[in-house]
């Protein structure tokens, strides 16, 4: 989910207007009526340098999210291994509530392998990763899990979309140091936590304000690997003697 999209997002939870009060009086600038605070900025500004200097990385995410579907509140959990290579190289394993499911960017195809059912499908992508993940969501709503922090524009849409954006300390996150800020909007408080050694991010949490107070969404990155080989094969779908082509893709 791409936080320029974040504010319409489903996600809800708990509301901490008073902690934006405070903190929002400190060490603010302002623009227009945004509160900012320098060192939140300067911690998206490093994370997003941090990963637009690497020629490749892979890393795990785990996500947790509370929804309400049909009136009643339901759990979906995903885990998620990630691997990119240059702008223009993805593959993606998931398991999300038992289905497995795998995706392959070659930089001009986007291909998808649901493994419990033996089913694939491929089709046309534009030439480079993010410009493939906003086509493809946008086409087909296909959601990448918490893909926000590879965007080259995370400061910018932050900016834009929140109203406040606030330095909280630091929090422990699996037992690492982390810097945190807390981007508010009138629907969504949202917390980011990087690590303070080396700016990687290492949990993202979404919750909602308003009518669907209660839902929630967590993601955690961990086994950061930095600049690792990944060959090209990595990144090239051949369908298993046993698949069948289907139409997955679909408007």
Same mark, same amino acid.
Do not use: S, V
């Given at each position: 989910m791409k936080f320029k999209n974040l504010k319409n997002a489903p996600w809800n939870g708990q509301n901490i207007a008073l902690a934006a009060v405070v903190f929002a009086a400190i060490s603010c600038s302002t623009n227009g009526d945004k509160y900012l605070e320098e060192e939140a900025i300067n911690m998206l500004d490093a994370t997003t340098e941090t990963i637009g200097a690497l020629s490749s990385c892979s890393v +795990?995410? %785990?996500n947790n999210s509370t !929804?309400? !579907? %049909?009136?009643?509140l339901q759990t979906h959990s995903r885990h998620s291994d990630i691997y990119l290579r240059e702008v223009d190289k993805l593959h993606i394993f998931t398991v999300a509530d038992g289905m497995r499911k795998g995706y392959w960017y070659n930089g001009s195809e986007l291909a998808v392998f649901k493994f419990n059912e033996a089913v694939y499908d491929v089709t046309p992508a534009?030439? +480079?990763t993010i410009a493939?993940?906003?086509s493809v969501n946008k086409t087909f709503k296909v959601d990448f899990p918490a893909v926000d922090v590879f965007y080259p524009t995370l400061t910018d849409d932050v900016i834009d979309?929140?109203?406040t954006v606030l330095y909280l300390? +630091?929090?422990s996150v699996n037992g690492i140091l982390c810097k945190e800020i807390n981007a508010i909007s009138k629907t969504l408080d949202v917390f980011l936590l990087t690590d303070s050694a080396t700016n990687l991010p290492l949990q993202l949490e979404i919750y909602g304000?308003? %009518?669907k107070k209660g839902e929630g969404y967590i993601a955690t990155y961990s086994n950061w690997k930095l600049n690792p080989n990944l060959p090209d094969v990595m990144f090239k779908f051949s369908p298993p003697s046993n698949a069948t082509k289907a139409s997955i893709f679909k408007k």
């Open positions: +795990t995410i %785990d !929804e309400f !579907e %049909d009136g009643a534009p030439k +480079t493939m993940i906003d979309n929140f109203d300390g +630091t929090r304000r308003g %009518d």
